[in-house]
């Protein structure tokens, strides 16, 4: 140990021995942070005395034994890791924050204009034409129904004295684009930033690799790359003009000042290296395909309401086999419920037993077996408000592909013009009609994996179905958050409805919740 090491270690003399010390970290590699906060379940020493002796190759080597070797995976929950994920499609940017331990934020379509954002192209061959006509129509359709959504907006909604032009002008155009992002396509480029721990990085990684659209594979072989390079050092430039600024009066020091300053960073080399397309979801995915279109081959889709909170009445067998096939079908979980339930034991057993036959001894169990939570609310909404309701964590969700089969949502806010009143009713109903049309055809054109290729061209108003699994404390959080009159009249009515059948079924506990009607009349300034 170098004297300079010795001086750092010494015990600090402002701090008296028999008080608690509390202090911020900065400047330690991720990985290196972690192996030394993994050191105070074998180590005496303090966080300054550990950091002081600990080298960013010992931190290796001792992530390499006790996380992959022993399987001490919390070590990873340590190493927390920001990054920017640019330029990947809404349909990519849905699949990546699709993690329960997940922080991060997004451009938001409320608040932007997604005009000139482009967008992505998956390889369709000679149907790439069709596609790009397709996707062109629907931004065209976004930049028409925003303009005139904004021109009707202004026309019913004066300017109050107290309001600055640019507040209100700016204000307005978000209640516009709330209508107009239901044109928006699944292909629409965005960006956004993450700040993950390891572990739920190598998940991620795992997770994107076994996707079946290129992209999002992709986008997971990126973000392992982005893992093991060099940091980008937001200091670099400063840095380097501060190393020359010594060397001009001591070359000596400026080395040493280089070799520290400017080192490369590498933000989880070691914990995310072995982080791979995961078999055992990639093939039970098939299986679980297979079995469903197998128990529901002779049934239509049937309709169901918006928000459907599920009964407790189904034995635990019913609901994880039911919980297993939903992400794999388009069926309202009600529907497949009762089909499974119609199984015999032995049947149900053999749906459940595909969930865990091909498990590895280090794969965790698929997310359909998180059961026992107090509340099951199958959504059909739109995806542009599946995404805002996608945020909340504190759940379980489950999500099926995106189709076509439970069609598309008319844009309407209460106490705010129609589109039929602004005259766009016609143009925004033949905009998405000609999108669902070019995305049947795509689906069915042949080339290697159409079915998910096609989905990019499919507008936000798209309706989709989720299951949300919460217990009673998260479903009061969403409610009472998504029924807030600054929130988006698509999550507002579906909150407002989960709350609704919470109440009707557990009357004593309605009181408890403190929601925003969303049938009263809003102040649509008020944001």
Known sequence: MSDTEKTLIQPQADTPANETDVYAIHGADPEVLAYAMAKYSRSSLSMKESLAEISSQRAEQFLNTFYFQYGHRSIADLAHIPFAIERLSLLA?????????????????????????????????????????????????????????????????????????????????????????????????????????????????????????????????????????????????????????????????????????????????????????????????????????ELMARQAIEPVSVVDLLDDAEPLEVELATSLLYPHCHFSYRQLRNSVAALSEIRQAEIIGLGTSLRGRHDELLRSFSAGQGFRFDILMDIGGFRDMHRHRRCVQLLQEYTDAHGYELPECPGQPSLAAAGLEDDYIATMDAAFAAYRQLRDCGVSEAAQSAQYVLPLGTRCRSMFKMDFAEAVYISELRTGVGGHFSYRRVAHLMYQAVAKRHPALAGHFRVEDVNEPIDLLRR
């Open 93 to 293: 940017a849905i699949a990546l924050v699709d993690e329960q331990r997940w922080d991060g934020q997004e451009r938001s379509t409320r608040y932007q204009n997604f005009k000139t954002s482009g967008w992505f192209t998956p390889a369709l061959g000679d149907e790439t034409p069709r596609f790009t006509a397709a996707v062109q129509s629907l931004f065209s359709g976004y930049d028409r129904v925003g303009a005139g959504m904004l021109t009707a907006l202004q026309a019913s909604i004066p300017q109050p004295e107290s309001m600055k032009p640019d507040a209100y002008l700016r204000t307005l155009k978000a209640r516009a684009f709330d209508v107009a992002r239901y044109l928006l396509p699944l292909a629409t480029n965005t960006s956004l930033g993450q700040i993950v721990n390891a572990r739920t990085l190598e998940t991620q990684v795992s997770r994107l690799l076994t996707s079946e659209f290129a992209e999002i594979r992709s986008l997971g072989q990126k973000l392992r790359t982005a893992a093991a390079e060099p940091a980008w050092n937001v200091h670099h430039g400063d840095g380097e003009v501060l190393c020359q600024e010594i060397g001009s009066v001591a070359e000596g020091c400026a080395e040493r000042a280089h070799a520290m300053l400017m080192r490369p960073v590498k933000a989880a080399p070691t914990l995310v290296k072995y982080a791979a397309a995961n078999a055992y979801q990639a093939e039970t995915r098939a299986q679980l395909t297979q079995a469903a279109a």
